[in-house]
C-alpha cells in the first residue's frame, strides 16, 4: 500500500513540475508576441492622451531684425547695452567689420520672451527709420503637445517592456527584449532633446540688430578735378609698366620669332636673286 502511495506521489509531484515549466514559458512567449502588439496600440491611441491646447500657455516663438543707420556706432552700442541690461538679455554673438563706404557691426541677442517687446523699443528709440525691420512670431504649441504627447507613450510603452523583461526565461527573448528597449530610449532621448530645444526657442527670443555709419557722408570727403587727373596719370603709367613687364616674361618667344622672320626674308632674298 505504501509502495502504491509513494509512486503515486511521485507521479503528481512531476506532472505538476512540467506544468509549472510549460506556464513559465508560455508566459514568455506570449509576452514577446504581445510586446509589438503594446507597441501598435500605443502608436494609434497617442492622439487620445494628447492634452487640449487649452490646457497649456501659449508656446510663442518670436524673432526680430533690425536694421539702420547712425552717427555714432559706439553710442548706439551703448544703448543698446544699456537695453540688454534692463531687459535681462545677453549678446550671443558680435561682429563688425568695414566695407566700400561704411563701418558696421552686427549684434545677436538672446532676450527673455517677456522682455521682447520692452527690448525692442529701448533699441528703437532715436532711429530715424529702419532699412529693415522684421518681427515674427510663430506658434508652435501644437507641435509642443504632439511632441510631449509622443513622449509620455514612449516611456509608457518603455515601462510595458521592462515588465515583460522581468517575466522572460530564454535568452533569446531577452535579448530581443532588451533590443527594443534601447531602441525606445534613443526615441526617447531624441524627442526630449527635441522637446528641449524648442523650449529653449520658446522662452529666449532671437534679436539680431545691424546698424553702420557711412564714412564718406561723415567725413565729408570730396575728390577735386585735379586729384583726378593726377590719378588717371598714376593708373596710365602703371597700365604702361605692366604692359612692359609681361613683354619681358615673354623675351624667349620674342627671339624666336625675329630669327624666325630673319631666315625667311633671307631666303625670299635668294628666290629673287
Not at 6 to 16: A, D, G, M, N
Not at 36 to 57: Q, R
Not at 118 to 134: D, H, L
Not at 164 to 180: G, P, V, Y
Amino acid at each position: 500500500m505504501r509502495y502504491i502511495f509513494f509512486l503515486f506521489f511521485t507521479f503528481f509531484c512531476l506532472i505538476s513540475c512540467s506544468k509549472s515549466e510549460a506556464d513559465n514559458e508560455n508566459l514568455s512567449i506570449s509576452a514577446v508576441k504581445l510586446a509589438p502588439k503594446y507597441e501598435s496600440e500605443a502608436n494609434d491611441n497617442y492622439e487620445k492622451e494628447k492634452s487640449p491646447a487649452s490646457e497649456i500657455p501659449q508656446k510663442i516663438i518670436k524673432q526680430a531684425s533690425l536694421r539702420f543707420e547712425t552717427n555714432d556706432l559706439e553710442d548706439t552700442f551703448k544703448q543698446i547695452q544699456t537695453a540688454i541690461a534692463a531687459n535681462k538679455a545677453f549678446i550671443q554673438n558680435d561682429s563688425e567689420g568695414k566695407e566700400y563706404d561704411n563701418i558696421y557691426r552686427t549684434l545677436t541677442i538672446r532676450v527673455p520672451s517677456q522682455n521682447f517687446d520692452p527690448f525692442i523699443s529701448a533699441v528703437s528709440k532715436g532711429v530715424s527709420y529702419f532699412e529693415q525691420k522684421e518681427i515674427s512670431a510663430e506658434n508652435v504649441t501644437e507641435q509642443y503637445i504632439d511632441l510631449t504627447s509622443r513622449l509620455n507613450t514612449k516611456r509608457k510603452l518603455e515601462t510595458r517592456y521592462l515588465e515583460i523583461l522581468q517575466k522572460a526565461t530564454k535568452i533569446s527573448e531577452i535579448l530581443e527584449i532588451e533590443k527594443q528597449i534601447s531602441a525606445i530610449r534613443e526615441e526617447i532621448e531624441a524627442k526630449e532633446g527635441q522637446l528641449k530645444y524648442l523650449e529653449s526657442r520658446v522662452s529666449e527670443s532671437t534679436v539680431t540688430i545691424s546698424f553702420y555709419k557711412t564714412i564718406a557722408q561723415k567725413q565729408g570727403v570730396k575728390i577735386s578735378y585735379g586729384s583726378k587727373i593726377w590719378t588717371a596719370i598714376q593708373s596710365g603709367f602703371f597700365s604702361l609698366s605692366d604692359f612692359l613687364i609681361s613683354i619681358i616674361s615673354v623675351w624667349p618667344f620674342i627671339i624666336v620669332f625675329c630669327v624666325l622672320v630673319y631666315f625667311i626674308r633671307k631666303r625670299f632674298k635668294r628666290k629673287k636673286l
